[in-house]
């Protein structure tokens, strides 16, 4: 089955420089790869995501970038806010009618004033 | 709507105790999910239900664990016999269908087995 690895595991980053969070999958059929933010003691939610027919995706100050061939996907924060402190997953879900996302084991950011 | 909900927010057992937790998809969902979060495993799937019928339950990690949905406003996941290393917090999830990517999270039940 899929299996997601994400690092770094702890990332501590200045207000207002940029963060990367790095994931790599290994089934080459997933076509969807979605980044969830868990602030403490919250829910995950969803704050972008990208299709396998999309090389990059931006909104505002988070963009996603996605390797088919080397298998990896990147989230990168810019102008980083004391509110980006949370946990990051990033996730996998294979081709059409598989429904399981595979979720990486999570980026503790701490964004230092 | 007002989300995915789940009870009990909050669950405190004796080893040996049967837990049932609760959810209830957002309305108009055909998905849904019960993921169980710990320090050391992150995000584990334990099962998925498409229309109410399970359609992979090879995450659920014993016999001990079993989940229904016998409708599809209502899901419960239950632990019998409850152990220590149950501990975690377990999330339930919906989604609109088996092909749309959002997971909308429920806040999750922190359950403690002493």
């Known amino acids: 089955g899929e299996n997601v690895e994400q690092h770094p595991s702890t990332l501590s980053v200045q207000e207002g420089d940029s963060a990367v969070i790095k994931c790599t999958y290994s089934d080459s059929a997933s076509n969807y790869f979605p980044w969830y933010k868990q602030e403490l003691g919250k829910r995950p939610q969803l704050i972008i995501d990208?299709?396998?027919?999309?090389g990059e995706k931006k909104d505002q100050r988070i963009a996603v970038t996605l390797n088919k061939t080397a298998k990896h996907f990147s989230l990168h924060i810019t102008e980083t806010q004391p509110e980006d402190s949370a946990v990051y997953f990033c996730?996998?879900?294979?081709?059409?009618?598989?429904?399981?996302?595979?979720f990486g084991q999570g980026t503790r950011l701490t964004i230092n004033p | 709507d007002a989300g995915v909900i789940q009870s009990p927010r909050h669950e405190v057992t004796e080893m040996g105790q049967e837990v049932t937790l609760r959810c209830k998809p957002i309305s108009g969902h055909n998905s849904l999910f019960w993921y169980r979060q710990t320090m050391m495993r992150g995000l584990e799937l334990l099962i998925y239900?498409?229309?109410?019928?399970?359609?992979?339950d090879s995450g659920m990690p014993e016999d001990r664990f079993s989940a229904k949905m016998p409708n599809a406003s209502f899901s419960t996941l239950k632990i019998q016999p409850s152990e220590p290393r149950d501990s975690a917090v377990y999330f339930c999830?919906?989604?609109?269908?088996?092909?749309?990517?959002?997971?909308?999270f429920g806040e999750g039940s922190r359950l403690t087995v002493l």
């Open positions: 239900f498409n229309n109410n019928v399970p359609i992979d």
């Open positions: 999830a919906s989604s609109l269908g088996p092909n749309t990517g959002e997971l909308f």
């Open positions: 990208i299709r396998s027919n999309v």
């Open positions: 996730a996998a879900k294979g081709p059409e009618g598989a429904q399981k996302l595979v």
